[in-house]
């Protein structure tokens, strides 16, 4: 699926290269449509999410480092093809961020997946870091952070600091996100100009109740 760089109508701010949305095609739209309702049910919501989220995981295999290498076919032939290279791993900002592990293992059987925990201050409402385990050697790799809602960005911009402060270069990051907002987008790309955001939809409403959904705890 080819990613589309154009922001939705309502919204003409420009978020820079580094910011990709899926194409809006009328199955994406559906998929959004659906996770929306608030008449689905939990089993409909879930099928449908992972169905977006294995989209956006896809998408977000495509910005990882490939080489190129050679193979033989059964038949004796000499393939050219492509192979990524090794050091990838995922992040999930929990527990939201959890729904997506199983849509990255399901495409990357062995690859090796962090958490992080990020809760809000009850009086202050700011992003506070609980608990954080990564790979020992996450600074030699490529990460792909997984959020499906961003709303003001405050829990991207903490786990992006987390992850900084664990030696990994801003540019080595990719977040693959469902949901995201204006605001959300401005705040996060003007604290970090080199990190990659992957999104399907930018909307000034963020379906919050994701997680809870997901997890029924609704």
Do not use: W
């Not at 989220?53 to 038949?75: A, D, F």
């Not at 664990?166 to 995201?180: A, K, R």
């Amino acid at each position: 699926m080819e990613p589309d760089l154009i922001p939705e109508n309502h919204e003409k701010y420009d978020y820079g290269p580094n910011l990709i949305r899926l194409r809006t095609t009328d199955q994406i739209k559906e998929l959004q449509t659906v996770l929306r309702d608030k008449t689905t049910s939990r089993s409909d919501f879930i099928f449908f999410a992972d169905r977006l989220i294995r989209l956006i995981v896809e998408e977000g295999l495509n910005q990882l480092p490939y080489q190129k290498c050679v193979v033989e076919t059964p038949t004796g032939y000499k393939y050219e093809g492509l192979k990524y290279e090794r050091g990838n791993c995922g992040v999930s900002i929990m527990r939201s961020g959890e729904a997506m592990e199983q849509g990255l293992r399901d495409c990357c059987r062995s690859i090796r997946i962090g958490k992080i925990l990020i809760q809000s201050d009850e009086d202050t409402h700011e992003a506070k870091v609980f608990y954080a385990k990564l790979p020992a050697d996450i600074q030699k790799r490529k990460v792909l952070l997984m959020y499906p809602i961003m709303s003001t960005g405050n829990t991207i911009r903490k786990a992006v600091n987390v992850l900084e402060e664990h030696g990994v270069n801003e540019q080595n990051i990719v977040v693959l996100n469902l949901f995201s907002t204006p605001h959300g987008l401005k705040s996060v790309i003007k604290s970090f100009p080199d990190l990659k955001i992957l999104t399907s939809e930018i909307h000034p409403s963020a379906p919050n109740h994701f997680g809870m959904k997901y997890f029924g705890t609704d």
